[in-house]
């Protein structure tokens, strides 16, 4: 199953590739998120390549109930990013994210963008979510889609109120 999430970051594409790259905010985005608790780590430099892991735990009322007996109440969820280094020929930043459920059959993998223009940034991700387990798969694949969407909405919201707090 296919996934599109788009936003606007109304600030400069080094600031927000700046907050990306930056330790404190992964955790408040594991929060945003609704993470019981979370580990962050950053790799690398925003002026150059980096790479963010965040392992969070969330609760698993968050899928449906006939598959939390599957799963427990906690579900473990690694989410990593890969951003390439600057193109100088190119003014976008991108690169790679990929989430996987711990215990749970499900996968995510796509591609990440950053769009600079007119002050604005615009953030694009596209990705396919892959489930292996015969005629359940879709409907797991629906679930992780909401669930995705809903980080996606809630990590940017969160990443807008950061931006706005270091105007």
Sequence with gaps: ??????????????????????EEFAATRA??????????????????????????????D?????????VGKELTVKYTEAWEPPNPQE???????????????????????LTPGNGKVEFLATGQISVSVPIIGAIIERTIAKTMEQGFVAELAAADVWLAARA
Excluded at 7 to 22: E, P
Excluded at 62 to 70: A, H, L, M, V
């Design 1 to 22: 199953m296919k996934i599109i999430h788009q936003h606007t970051f109304n600030a400069s594409l080094d600031r927000v590739v700046s907050m990306l790259a930056d």
């Design 31 to 60: 929060n945003a998120s609704g993470a019981a608790g979370q580990d962050v780590l950053i790799d690398g430099e925003p002026d150059g390549a980096f790479t963010v892991l965040i392992r969070r735990t969330v609760p698993s």
């Design 91 to 113: 003014p976008d930043r991108v690169g790679t994210f990929a989430m996987e459920i711990q215990g749970a059959p499900g996968h995510v993998a796509g591609a990440i963008g």
């Design 62 to 70: 968050s899928i449906p109930s006939e598959f939390r007996g599957f």
